[in-house]
């Protein structure tokens, strides 16, 4: 049985490279596209309910444009889904990525200028020139230059990736500063530091690291899961997860977490893991 957020296929179009295994009218090689908004959500149907989100600038795949719904997949970690068409632009080559937990992109060189757009981490620009404080990017926005840094400058911590997430609103399916969940926390952690990471966390679960025994004292950066949910340790006492217990991204002493979480009957710790 196929997983839906992994394949590229509705019956009506599939990724070429599955011709002879899956069945559709038509099989395309695709047209990769870009965010054109700050955050927009990738749907499970057109018109349906949040699976993920991408973030402005990352690429998504697109294998059909119908009823104003793109069907694709996300180059990011392949995940599938629908993105309504009027929230993607033409791919540019980005170099850059927001590396704070947000920042906001002028019309001009100017802090004093009315801002344009409010931006998260991870979103995506292609910077082609530097004005004073700020670096100019392909769309002609200008974005303070602390707030940036190059695609390629890998970030080294996931768990201090995860801590610029503090306070933010938890949100399902959220990928962003602006509202995310468990998965989305500890993949954004992730591919920031250039560690390849799926967008759910039961296929986090299976992707990620080695299982630890029962018992072993906690690391920064171990994982910790639960039936339908993910944790970052930042210590050996500490975790760091979006949750709807605090509706925000909160800090938990580990042992409370793991009684909290299984006394509201959302089940037992499944697996700590280690990168």
């Not at 009218?25 to 309910?49: I, T, Y």
């Not at 340790?233 to 760091?240: C, F, S, T, Y």
Request: hydrophobic fraction near 40%.
């Amino acid at each position: 049985m196929t997983d839906r957020r992994l394949t590229p296929a509705n019956g009506r179009v599939a990724a070429v490279e599955l011709k002879g295994q899956v069945t559709a009218e038509h099989f395309v090689a695709g047209v990769w596209q870009a965010a054109a908004r700050p955050v927009v959500d990738l749907l499970d149907a057109p018109g349906g309910r949040r699976d993920r989100q991408l973030l402005f600038g990352e690429t998504f795949r697109v294998l059909e444009d119908h009823d104003g719904h793109a069907f694709g997949q996300a180059r990011r970690d392949g995940h599938v889904g629908y993105i309504a068409v009027v929230d993607l632009k033409p791919v540019i080559d980005c170099t850059h990525f927001v590396a704070t937990p947000a920042t906001h992109a002028y019309p001009g060189p100017d802090f004093k200028a009315h801002e344009d757009m409010a931006l998260p981490f991870g979103a995506r620009f292609r910077v082609v020139s530097a004005s004073g404080r700020f670096f100019e990017t392909e769309e002609g926005l200008f974005v303070p230059k602390p707030h940036l840094r190059p695609l390629n400058a890998a970030m080294r911590d996931p768990a201090t990736v995860a801590q610029l997430f503090f306070g933010s609103p938890y949100l399902w399916g959220g990928n962003s500063t602006r509202g995310v969940d468990c998965s989305g926390l500890v993949q954004a952690a992730h591919l920031a530091c250039h560690i390849d990471c799926p967008g759910d966390s039961d296929l986090q679960q299976s992707a990620l690291g080695t299982e630890l025994p029962q018992g072993t004292a906690p690391r920064r950066g171990d994982l910790f899961f639960w039936p339908g949910h993910v944790a970052i340790a930042v210590d050996a006492e500490i975790l760091i997860h979006a949750n709807a217990y605090h509706m925000a991204v909160a800090y938990e002493p580990i042992r409370d977490a793991i009684a909290r979480i299984e006394d509201q009957g959302d089940g037992p710790l499944t697996a700590h893991k280690r990168l």
